[in-house]
């Protein structure tokens, strides 16, 4: 059996993964969504129509919950073609305003999570044509004051997307790092809970089924790194060129 694996599917860019991939995957026979909350998953599975989509409500982040994800892995022995760990999220906030709870939170979805999941359906990726996507950010691209944990976390999901992608190559395994600018999901909803987004970034979201359909395109063809739009490619570019610390007084 062939699946498909999606985290962080019950809203943003996870769902919008697996309405994609339900589309354009034709030899995926079930996508298994990963998400906490069970009632969104319920209602992708019954919006999607033609393929099987297989509901795992657990939280990454939770060890324990997860096991519930690794013992159905055990159970069906399935081959994973695409894994997509799109669970993540940020807080916006000086760090010395930010709840420790908060801010340790997104280490360990962003993070931590993601390194279990991933490590969790490795031995299930079997050698040939097989895709991780993981969701990283333009954040990390250089260190932001105001989201400085959720660009950390993202700058290692990035350096982990490197480094997993020449360890893998022996066994066909593509890794794509997907990088995009502020999008229009549910993600500000919870970013914005001790300052909003600043203007210049709410000026620039993007679609997210436009990310989401370059991320796919990108990874099919074997690309390393996936960044949506102009204006965050230039920025990605200026990263590369210019000192850390001018990027931070700029960005600032």
């Known amino acids: ?17 697996v309405k994609q991939i339900a589309v354009k995957y034709k030899r995926i026979d079930e996508i298994w969504v990963l998400a906490r909350r069970s009632n969104r998953l319920i209602e992708l599975q019954n919006s999607v129509k033609n393929v099987t989509v297989r509901p795992i409500t657990c939280d990454i982040s939770d060890k324990e919950q997860l096991m519930v994800y690794k013992n159905l892995l055990n159970q069906y022995k399935p081959s994973i073609r695409v894994l997509v ?35 969790i359906s490795l031995p299930y990726m079997n050698e040939g044509k097989a895709n991780i996507i993981n969701i990283a950010s333009s954040a990390s691209f250089a260190p932001q004051p105001s989201f400085a ?25 593509c890794v794509t790092a997907v990088c995009p600018g502020p999008v229009k999901t549910e993600f500000f909803d919870v970013a914005e809970k001790y300052t909003q987004i600043k203007l210049f970034k709410r000026m620039f979201k993007a679609n ?39 990027i931070v007084k700029f960005i600032s």
Do not use: Q, W
């Open 85 to 119: 760990n799109a669970a993540g999220y940020g807080i916006i906030g000086h760090f010395e305003t930010v709840s420790e709870e908060d801010s340790c939170g997104m280490c360990d979805v962003n993070v931590t999570g993601l390194t279990r999941v991933t490590s």
């Open 149 to 173: 944990v959720y660009a950390a976390t993202k700058a290692y999901v990035k350096s982990l997307s490197t480094a997993l992608r020449k360890e893998l190559a022996y066994r066909g395994i």
């Open 208 to 246: 997210p089924e436009k990310v989401v359909e370059k991320a796919l395109r990108d990874a099919y063809h074997n690309s390393h790194i996936s960044v949506y739009g102009i204006t965050m490619k230039l920025y990605r570019i200026a990263a590369k060129i210019f000192p850390s610390d001018f």
């Open 1 to 17: 059996m062939n699946i498909a694996v999606v985290t962080g599917a019950s809203s943003g860019l996870g769902m919008e993964f």
